[in-house]
């Protein structure tokens, strides 16, 4: 009872009402569930996503700050290990001749050689105790000045034989300001044999490349190169450019900083680079501006989803809806005796057969409600039309007989007279109008059309003498395929009336056929005047338009039959250039033509 009971208020539900909640419940709500799902997991694979570029943003940071500071270092030891540059070094010149001979031959390329190959390297320059040498380029003397420069000593407080130190000096220019520097800075002791004097070695690392690299993160990180004692050395804000300050900024890490998550490596694990770390701060712009365009994106295609399904469920519904208030109504209208058809397009669904099923019942009580008295005078009626075309065809069939006694009269005449030529044209003439009459059928073949456009040529050629000739070239194949009757003589006849008419010199009207690629072709063409370009779109206009009245009439109804016979599968063309002639070609596929034997 309550399964009935249950049936009883769905079947109470009006139709507009259950394809709602079919909508809502069965496509709206899935949608819905699948798409928050979907944008969960989504959700978990940015952030995965997004941590995996961290890491590797890191690294690749991490990897090129080090090769800087290594290569810096390989060009350390190799200096260092330098035999020839030592014994230079600790050679007691005579004079600054002296020196500048032993510089030119062997010292002024000596070190910069080395700076090509590594583009991280700014400069180069060895400091020494020896007295004879005289400073300037790459090489330089210890004196109080070096040994109160802050390289120095962070050199001379290290126990280690190279360090990696970043230090502010003034500007040569301007001792105001203070620039930064990066340097690898390693005592010349490798040979005990040339000892003589103190020899230091201080390669300058370009900073701009490092600063480089870090921007070049930006997008995934805020990095920030940190020495031992927490001092930013280069960061994408700071640390790097010259001004006024004379040590590096601490840092100091906000609270926001640390919910976004830092990140930090160590450079490496030289005993060069102990202390030197990359802390990264991630960019939390990034990550919602990926969570904000995965949102977007999942919004738009549920919009889409729901706009589509809405449209889609509009749509049947309308359809359904609209079909069975009519059929209400109309089942309304036979209450009051009144037997309308549906006049719809019923489908072929459920409601289409009730509809149709409707008209076939509307329709037989319509016929049997009509009396026999209303059958009778439509029996008479059809009877009186009959009687009427029957005395319309004996008055047809007495014009001709009354025409053919004529034309035997006047050929007899003729041919007693001799008038050869004329006899010929009424010859043709009434083998013509013969020709016309017996065609019962509307489809004849292209030989019989060809046959009948002969005589008629023959007529126009009487009429127009030596002012035009023409000329047939059928193809066998083509000549037993069936053509509507009639439809290229009129082709045939405006090239001479419209053409070949018109021009001083003579003409000459060719009709061709051919079968080619699976299709008949069949061109008419003269070297008459031509059509104007503006004359022939109209023409063509014309002929395609369901307009019955204006010129071109002959030409419209040949496309029509055409058309009426094979659809849109015969193709009708016409090409024509003032003074050039013109051009009609007829193509139709031969699987919709017949073919009688041949």
Not at 156 to 162: G, L, N, R, T
Not at 190 to 214: E, G, M, Q
Not at 299 to 320: D, E, K, N, Q
Not at 386 to 396: C, D, I, T, Y
Request: glycine share 6%; aromatic share 10%.
């Amino acid at each position: 009872m309550g399964r009935w009971r249950f049936r009883g208020r769905v079947n109470d539900i009006p139709l507009k009402t259950k394809f709602m909640l079919i909508y809502l419940i069965g496509v709206l709500l899935p949608i819905l569930v699948i798409n928050l799902v979907f944008m969960g997991r989504m959700t978990d694979f940015i952030k995965e996503r997004e941590k995996q570029n961290l890491e590797i943003s890191m690294e690749r940071a991490r990897k090129d700050i080090l090769d800087f500071i290594d290569g810096g270092v390989a060009v350390s030891h190799a200096l260092n290990t330098d035999k020839t540059l030592y014994e230079k070094m600790d050679r007691i010149y005579s004079g600054p001749v002296d020196f500048y001979e032993t510089f030119d031959e062997q010292l002024r390329n000596r070190v910069t050689s080395y700076i090509p190959v590594n583009n991280q390297i700014l400069r180069i320059g060895i400091y020494t105790t020896n007295p004879t040498i005289v400073p300037g380029g790459n090489y330089h003397m210890i004196n109080d000045e070096v040994k109160g420069s802050e390289w120095y000593r962070i050199w001379s407080s290290s126990s280690d034989p190279v360090v990696v130190a970043a230090y502010r000096a003034s500007q040569a220019t301007n001792r105001a300001n203070t620039e930064p520097y990066f340097s690898v800075i390693e005592k010349m002791d490798y040979y005990d044999s040339y000892n003589t004097f103190d020899k230091l070695l201080r390669i300058d690392i370009d900073l701009s490349k490092i600063y480089d690299v870090i921007v070049r993160e930006r997008d995934y990180l805020d990095l920030y190169l940190v020495n031992g004692n927490d001092e930013i050395i280069v960061s994408a804000d700071s640390g790097y450019r010259q001004d006024t300050s004379v040590g590096y900024p601490k840092l100091e890490l906000s609270a926001e900083d640390r919910e976004k998550g830092v990140e930090s490596v160590v450079i490496g694990n030289a005993k060069y680079v102990k202390g030197w770390r990359l802390i990264g701060i991630p960019q939390g712009t990034r990550l919602s501006k990926a969570m904000f365009d995965m949102r977007l994106f999942v919004g738009m295609l549920v919009a889409a989803i729901t706009l589509f399904t809405s449209i889609f469920i509009f749509v049947m519904l309308r359809s359904y809806h609209y079909r069975v208030k009519r059929l209400s109504r109309h089942m309304q209208k036979v209450t009051n005796e009144k037997f309308d058809l549906i006049n719809i397009d019923e489908g072929r669904d459920e409601i289409g057969g009730l509809i149709r099923n409707f008209n076939m019942m509307t329709a037989r009580i319509n016929a049997l409600i009509n009396n026999v008295y209303k059958l009778e005078i439509q029996q008479k009626s059809l009877e009186a039309e009959r009687v009427r075309a029957e005395l319309n065809f004996l008055q047809s069939q007495m014009n001709p007989h009354f025409l053919f006694n004529t034309l035997n009269a006047i050929l007899v005449v003729c041919t007693k007279k001799n008038y050869s030529d004329v006899t010929d044209i009424i010859k043709n003439l009434s083998k013509l109008l013969r020709r016309l009459l017996r065609w019962k059928e509307d489809l004849v073949t292209l030989e019989e059309e060809i046959r009948f456009i002969d005589m008629y040529l023959k007529i126009e050629k009487f009429r127009f003498r030596d002012k035009f000739e023409y000329v047939f070239d059928i193809e066998e194949a083509a000549l037993h395929y069936t053509i509507p009757k009639m439809s290229i003589q009129p082709l045939v006849e405006n090239a001479c009336k419209h053409g070949i008419q018109a021009v001083q010199g003579n003409g000459l009207v060719t009709v061709k056929a051919r079968v080619e690629d699976g299709r008949l072709r069949i061109v008419i063409s003269d070297n008459g005047k031509g059509i104007k370009p503006e004359q022939l779109r109209e023409m063509l206009l014309t002929v395609r338009s369901e307009n019955t009245s204006g010129n071109s009439i002959g030409i419209r109804n040949v496309y029509r039959r055409f058309e009426l016979y094979y659809n849109d599968q015969v193709r009708f063309n016409i090409d024509s250039k003032p003074g050039q002639g013109t051009k009609v070609c007829i193509e139709i596929p031969v699987k919709r033509l017949q073919h009688q034997g041949g």
